[in-house]
């Protein structure tokens, strides 16, 4: 169903920390399935919006009105030779 898929890719997508690392796993989820982007959009668009939510890192702390934000796309631009993603 789309509520688990959602849930796991909220799941795999959360930043979390101990004393010793940090844990994320858009880099394994990307790995097993270098295809996602193609098969949410054919399968499961709905979804979309999660994974690329899930892609972006924003900074707690606000300065001057402004938030520090990372964006995770080197997946969906680079594929795992190397080369640019035949999925852009």
């Known amino acids: ?3 688990s898929a959602k849930a796991i890719i909220q799941d795999l997508l959360t930043i979390r920390a101990d004393r010793d ?6 880099d394994i989820m990307f790995e097993r399935h270098p295809d996602i982007v193609k098969r949410l959009c054919l399968d499961a668009p709905a979804l979309m919006p999660n994974l690329l939510d899930g892609l972006i890192w924003r900074s707690r702390i606000t300065e001057n009105g402004q938030r520090r934000v990372n964006y995770y796309i080197k997946h ?3 594929d795992s030779h190397g080369d ?3 999925t852009i």
């Open 1 to 3: 169903s789309l509520e």
């Open 76 to 78: 969906l631009m680079v």
């Open 21 to 26: 690392r940090y844990y994320y796993g858009m």
């Open 84 to 86: 640019f993603n035949k």
